[in-house]
Nanobody
């Protein structure tokens, strides 16, 4: 079955960087789009970024443009989210979500992992 395991979260100071990873198994990773979503404390799921199955098409939500980059390695079956210039509003649990097809931008529902926590604090 689909398994997604996020990692790379942690405590970082404002202005710092983190790279999240999502290791996939149980399905043909290179044939499905993938998404990153996040959930801040006390709030609902929020779409962050999407990438097509081949990696050639990406999209990010406006408030992370220029700071976050989504990418994937279809040889290693890993999805990434490079996050730079983090601020307090980025504090959240981050999840990777498998899309139902090759490209499903802004998707927040679907198979996902257990999440990795990012805390931005000085």
């Amino acid at each position: 079955q689909v398994q997604l395991v996020e990692s790379g979260g942690g405590l970082v100071q404002p202005g710092g960087s983190l790279r999240l990873s999502c290791t996939a198994s149980g399905f043909r990773f290179d044939t499905y789009g993938m998404n990153w979503v996040r959930q801040a404390p006390g709030k609902g799921l929020e779409w962050v970024a999407s990438i097509s199955s081949g990696g050639g098409t990406t999209a990010v939500v406006d408030f992370v443009k220029g700071r976050f980059t989504i990418s994937r390695d279809n040889v290693k079956d890993i999805l990434y989210l490079q996050m730079r210039n983090l601020n307090h509003e980025d504090t959240a649990e981050y999840f990777c979500v498998k899309a139902p097809d090759w490209w499903s931008p802004r998707l927040v529902t679907g198979p996902r992992g257990q999440g990795t926590r990012v805390t931005v604090s000085s």
